[in-house]
């Protein structure tokens, strides 16, 4: 994977690439959202808890595909409000963080989720060999 970043467009201002090519051949997934529920169906209070579980979750379906963080070439994530966007950010970071090129990125505030008690919901699409 390449990252795009133009020189004619203002930099990134947190960590992602503007765009990201995916080379010819390689296979590519792409989750669902995932909530910030842990397995046995609790919900953490705060936005950098659930995101914690919505990356392990992800983590978790990547590996099903034989991939990793690594292989992340795009994020989604949806948040109720922007108090969280730190918290969000913080668990984004360390999900990104061995990144091979760092993904492309969408944050966005929505007015909920199915059950008020989630804050996050992030879905990524991924690609490797």
Known sequence: MKSLQPSQ????????????????????????????????????????????????????????AQMSAKDVCHVSAYVTDRIHFAGYMKARDAFVQGARVLPSSTLLIVSGFTRPEYLVEVEVWAAAR
């Not at 947190?14 to 997934?29: C, F, K, L, T, W």
């Not at 579980?53 to 379906?61: D, G, L």
């Open 9 to 64: 467009i203002a930099p990134p201002f947190a960590r992602y690439s503007h765009g990201v090519e995916i080379p010819i051949g390689m296979r590519i997934v792409r989750t669902a959202g995932q909530l910030g529920m842990a397995q046995d169906g609790s919900v953490p209070d705060t936005a950098e808890a659930q995101a914690n579980i919505c990356f392990a979750n992800i983590q978790a379906i990547l590996a099903e």
